[in-house]
Structures are given as C-alpha cells and as structure tokens.
C-alpha cells in the first residue's frame, strides 16, 4: 500500500458496495468463498475485481491504481462478513516470517 487509508474512509466503500454490487453477485462471490478459501479472488482479479476497483473510482474512492489493486478483495471481504454475518472461511493469521539463510 503506498499511502494508508483512513479506516474511516474504508467503511464508507464498504458501505458503498455494499449499496451498489448485486446481492445475487455477493452470494455467488460467498460461495466462491467457501469453495476455494482465501485464494478466491484470484480467477476474479481481471473480472469482478476491475468492476469492483471501477465502482470505487466512480463513487470518489480513487485511491491510484496500487492501492485500489491491493484494497479491493479486503473491502468485497467485508461486505461479505457484513451481509452474511462471518466470512464463509477462516482468514490465517499473519506468521512472523522466517528466512531459511539465516
């Protein structure tokens, strides 16, 4: 991320998503969830992903292209947990990485 977002600022496109994505397109996206985890977004970058980044542009949060790219799958995350309640999977914990040459 090359600039933070004010959380703020966060909950207002959530809720905007929340407003504008279709809730048969979040149940599909939930499912899609459940089946492939927290790698879901990935067959989604190009798709639903750029028509996410787009929505956002066009309701003031343009961000840049960075930021939008590394923001996208955490903010459709939320809208998940806020529509249906939780995340249809269990997000991993970040590890303290670890480096083999030391």
Known sequence: MLFPIDPIEKEKAVQYLIDKI???????IAKEMKEKGS???ILHHHGFGMDVRNLLREG????GPIDLDNMW????????KKKFG???YKKL???KKTTSWK
Do not use: I
């Open 93 to 95: 914990k970040k590890s």
């Open 73 to 80: 799958v955490e903010l459709v995350e939320e809208v998940v």
């Open 60 to 63: 003031g949060f343009d961000w």
């Open 86 to 88: 939780k995340l249809p």
């Open 39 to 41: 790698h879901w977004w």
């Open 22 to 28: 279709p809730a048969e397109t979040l149940e599909d």
